[in-house]
């Protein structure tokens, strides 16, 4: 760690916003992790250029170039291991990771869903909340596992729903709080204070609820 601090690598498929967020974070002097990488699966992702205009190393991984989940993951895994991460973020890679990859980095490997977990896993979450009729909806930063949106969570972080709400607006109240909670539990991580025991995360030494905790 470089002057004690967090390696992290960020993978990404898109416009990289949580990606930003973290770019902006590790700017300051007193951040306790560097983005030493940034790890997209599409070349036109704009987060590739959000990490170039930030200084930081890119690279591209083509899974259109395998023949299937397994050779991509095992090729993104050298990768990612070449820059000797602490930490892996996921942030809008948009791809399901393989059992092999996610025990490859079991305990140090965190997402970000836009629900309050472990109510709406997969798709179309905001338009799921809005058809069921919920007062709140919100983002869970959880430690990943081989279920999908199913490892323990970590920090949630809820807006309510107001009338006249669509499936944007509530996607871009959401996206506010992504960008206050991902780096946050980030920073518990790099500080030694955040760890994944067994199904559960434990803060500071005591274990979380299993919706997390909940951002005040």
């Not at 306790?32 to 992702?45: G, L, Q, R």
């Not at 291991?81 to 490859?104: E, N, S, W």
């Not at 709406?120 to 058809?131: E, F, K, P």
Request: with cysteine; hydrophobic share 40%.
């Amino acid at each position: 760690m470089p002057d004690g601090k967090c390696r992290v690598v960020v993978l990404i498929s898109g416009s990289g916003t949580n990606l930003q967020a973290f770019l902006d974070a590790a700017a300051s002097a007193e951040c306790d992790y560097t983005v030493e990488a940034v790890i997209s699966n599409k070349a036109d992702a704009y987060g590739l250029t959000r990490a170039r205009n930030a200084g930081v190393a890119t690279d591209v991984l083509s899974h259109r170039e395998f023949s299937d989940r397994e050779s991509f993951d095992q090729a993104m895994i050298k990768v990612i291991d070449g820059y000797q991460p602490d930490l892996v973020i996921l942030a809008g890679f948009m791809r399901i990771l393989t059992p092999d990859f996610v025990r490859h980095y079991s305990g140090r490997l965190l997402n970000i869903h836009p629900s309050l977990l472990p109510k709406y896993q997969g798709l179309h979450t905001h338009q799921r909340v809005l058809d069921a009729g919920d007062s709140e909806h919100g983002a869970t930063v959880h430690f990943v596992t081989e279920e999908l949106d199913g490892g323990p969570p970590v920090l949630q972080a809820a807006v309510p729903i107001e009338s006249g709400d669509t499936a944007d607006t509530l996607s871009q109240r959401v996206q506010v709080q992504e960008h206050i909670i991902y780096p946050l539990a980030a920073s518990w991580f790099a500080q030694g204070r955040l760890k994944m025991v067994g199904d559960r995360a434990e803060l500071d030494g005591e274990l979380l609820p299993r919706s997390g905790k909940r951002l005040d």
